[in-house]
Each structure stands twice: as C-alpha cells, then as structure tokens.
T-cell receptor, first 115, second 113 residues
Framework: AQSVTQLDSQVPVFEEAPVELRCNYS??????LFWYVQYPNQGLQLLLK??????LVKGINGFEAEFNKSQTSFHLRKPSVHISDTAEYFC?????????????FGTGTRLQVTL | NAGVTQTPKFQVLKTGQSMTLQCAQD?????MSWYRQDPGMGLRLIHY???????DQGEVPNGYNVSRSTTEDFPLRLLSAAPSQTSVYFC????????????FGSGTRLTVV
C-alpha cells in the first residue's frame, strides 16, 4: 500500500514569485509519481509524471518536479507563478507492479496567487 | 472528442434513495475509475475497471456498485444513499492505467439529505 503526504494545505504567493509545493510518499514497492491540477469547478488534469530516468521532470505551464528517492519526495516547483496558476494541486502515486491502474492521492495543496 | 462525460452534474437525494451516476468516454480507453472527493481528504478510489467485464474494489467501495458491460460506459450505483455519501464524484479513464495519466470528467456533486 502507498500513502502520500502534502504538508501544506494552502500556499499563498505573489504573482511572479517562485513557489514549491511539497509532496512526500510512502511505499513498500517502487512507484510512479504524478502531479495533477484542479481548477475551480473542474476535473483533474495531469501536470507531470515521473516514470523512470531523469529525476527532474518538466510538465505543462512551466511546472517541474524533482524525484528524490532517498527522501521519498516529489516536490513541485515553478520559478515564476501567474494569477492563472491559482488552483488545487494533488500529488499522487501508483505502484509499478501489476496493471498500475490505481492512483493514491494526497489531500491537496491550494495555491493562491495574488497581485 | 467529448472525453469523459459525467451525468448528472448535480443531484440531491433523500436518505435511502438509490441512483446511478453515469460515466461515458469516447476515447476507447480500457481503464476506468471512480473517485470521491471530500474536503481535506483528497480523492479516494471507489471502484475501478481494467477492461469490459472486469471490475475491482478500491479504497472506499462500501455502499457502491459498478459494472462494465461496454468499454465506453462505467456507471456507479448508490444502492441506498446515506448522508456520508455526500461528495463530489469523479470518473476517469486511461489507455494504459496510470502511466499514461488519467483523463477526468468534470464531476457530479451529490448531496444526500
């Protein structure tokens, strides 16, 4: 079984400032890692994923995340945020075994970007 | 492409009533899942399917039934609604499970009174 911890429920930030959303996971098996974004009153959208290879992965809208196996972390970063980045962000994991069909989500981090 | 379509968008039920939340996808995806989203709890998996005729339970399956008779449709049935089932429900689909990412519907907001 896996679990995901997003330590920050809310992150306020000014426009054009950098941001980091933290994600730690726990698993007894190797995992795939994901970040999803949910804009108000919408479904979730895949932001980026780590499957293998380079530990730094780039996603849509200028976001990137770094997989750190020793710290079991997958933090999401953006060097300069925009008002339109205001949304809820979910970190998720799935195991590499079997059909890799199930996602386990964290509780989410609400990013609030202001002028 | 319409993607993943969920109906209805909103529903109010009385305790004890039954209903079916509909989910349809037009992308020929094999994998489909149902999640519920509750404040402060993220999304939790209810049931999932890896192909027509195959379903399995997720983290919170009690009080819900599913079937997968076609690739396109994956309805979620509430047998006897309870206030604890008040939530936002999301259906999602994928070609190869999590590795390709899931496409989510826009959700059904259900209130049980």
């Amino acid at each position: 079984a896996q679990s995901v911890t997003q330590l920050d429920s809310q992150v306020p930030v000014f426009e054009e400032a950098p941001v980091e959303l933290r994600c730690n996971y726990s698993s007894s098996v190797s995992v795939y890692l994901f970040w999803y974004v949910q804009y108000p009153n919408q479904g979730l959208q895949l932001l980026l994923k780590y499957l293998s290879g380079s530990t730094l992965v780039k996603g849509i809208n200028g976001f990137e995340a770094e997989f750190n196996k020793s710290q079991t972390s997958f933090h999401l970063r953006k060097p300069s945020v925009h008002i339109s980045d205001t949304a809820e962000y979910f970190c998720a994991v799935s195991d590499r075994n079997g059909t890799a069909s199930k996602l386990t989500f964290g509780t989410g981090t609400r990013l609030q970007v202001t002028l | 492409n319409a993607g993943v379509t969920q109906t209805p968008k909103f529903q109010v039920l009385k305790t004890g009533q039954s209903m079916t939340l509909q989910c349809a996808q037009d992308m020929n995806h094999e994998y489909m899942s149902w999640y519920r989203q509750d404040p402060g709890m993220g999304l939790r998996l209810i049931h999932y399917s890896v192909g027509a005729g195959i379903t399995d339970q997720g983290e919170v399956p009690n009080g819900y039934n599913v079937s997968r008779s076609t690739t396109e449709d994956f309805p979620l049935r509430l047998l006897s609604a309870a206030p604890s089932q008040t939530s936002v429900y999301f259906c999602a689909s994928s070609t190869r499970g999590t590795v390709n990412g899931y496409t989510f519907g826009s959700g059904t907001r259900l209130t049980v009174v």
